[in-house]
């Protein structure tokens, strides 16, 4: 009886809004404790279940909309609390947008969760599948793109992340989010067994395993991490420090093939880095270098990242192209810049200007490299456009990057996940190199090899790992994925949502 009267109580606890909604917030911070640096997906698949038991309870359009708004307030309020950080490099500055930033971004990206509860209230959960899958991919298109804290970057440190190569990050979203949804409309009793059985056997089906010893010949890269905090690397005294760490770094040991330094790793425009080029070219002794830098045209400021060639001259050059908005440009910055609205890395008013788009360079020794700098390693799909699948097929990619905007608990290890997940999609190696770390050598199974933790200064020397052939995802892209998404969006559609009909309060 005990138990039936706190049933009674708990039905009608969630048929009220605010309970379901504070529940569904807790429910959505549980969930993105699966996301790097914790790593817990199981409680993901958990907290997801528990959401989809809460469904049936909103019995109106506008309750279906709180619910999935409240989750996904949640979930990026806890995934995306590292959001802050680059306000508190400049507390005086910027400090006071801080909580502005975490409530805004949380906020706004929950109303895309809301959106497709609302759309599919009512009907077969398969609906709400397709449109939650599909507004995760939406988000990183619209408004120049956010793919970050997707639910299947949980699985990016399981075996499942190998699906990758076959569907992206959307496989992996479809199916942390279809798993619990399918357990509730199914029953939960009926996941043990069969299917649990099928995912433990392709647990160890996708295990790629320990990552193999290095390849007779391959080339050897260093990557070098100066560890110049943010709050510090642009400071006089210090950044001359920072560059001798540069170069220390570089000039140890026996030469390798390829040195790597990280995003802006020069506190100089590149017009005026002749001498500081030649000493880094000379350090590398002989080995191609390649860094993040700065340049200019004009009035035009580029985030640029080189190749130097072993006289220090320019060899390759890209400019990023995939901005940061208010952080690397402020959209009408120069009106915004009159009420004191600044990028936070940019210049006064317009901040940088972005290149024409990702494309491969010449690394002399090594071959074709994808160049990525910092942002643009987790829009997957303008890497697959860039990554050709033909003879102009990339060696490898290089991102530079400047994670000490990022903080220390979440962000650097969030945006180093998703740069393993490159490296699977594409089946290509990747050389990531940060100014704080983590910097690493990433193999085409999206492991690991060689590393240099964070807030360490250092060296690594890795070898380069073989690239694999292209995988479908670097095919095709996301069209097969948006195919599934409409079958499972038709097939939910034709039909009522029995268990939403089911969850009646009792009088």
Known sequence: M????????????????????????LAGALAALGLAPWGLWPLTLAALLLASVLRPFATTRGGAFLTGWALGAGWFGLGL??????????????????????????????????????LAHRRGWPLLLALWAGVEMLRGVVFTGFPWALPGHVLIDTPFAQLAALGGAPLLTLGVLGLPMAAHAIGARSVIGV????CIGAWFALD???APGPQAGAPVVRLVQPNATQALKWDPDWARVFYERLIDYTAAGAPPDLVVWPETALPWLLEESQVALAQGAQAA?????????????????????????????????YDKSHLVPFGEYV???????????????ASEGGGYTAGPGLHPVAVPGIGLALPLICYEGIFAREINAAAATGALRPRLMLLVTNDGWFGDLSGPYQHLAQARLRAIEQRMPMARVANTGVSAMIDAAGRVTAQIGLNEAGAVDAALPPRGPAPAYARTGDAPMLVVLALLAALGSLRRDIRLDRARVPA
């Open 81 to 118: 609390s590292w959001i802050v950080e680059p306000f508190l490099v400049d507390v005086a500055r910027h400090g006071w947008m801080a909580p502005f930033a975490l409530v805004l971004m949380a906020g706004g990206l929950a109303l895309f969760w809301g959106a497709a509860w609302a």
């Open 285 to 317: 002794r002989g080995a191609p270098l390649a860094l993040g830098i700065q340049r200019r045209e004009g009035t035009r400021y580029f985030n640029s990242a080189v190749v130097l060639d072993p006289q220090g001259r320019v060899a390759s050059l």
């Open 2 to 25: 005990r138990w039936a009267g706190a049933r009674a109580t708990a039905r009608r606890m969630a048929a009220r809004p605010a309970p379901r909604g504070a529940v569904a917030a």
């Open 208 to 210: 790629p395993g320990p």
């Open 195 to 198: 299917p649990a059985l099928a």
């Open 331 to 345: 959209p009408f910055g120069d009106l915004a810049a009159r009420f004191g609205i600044h990028g936070l890395a």
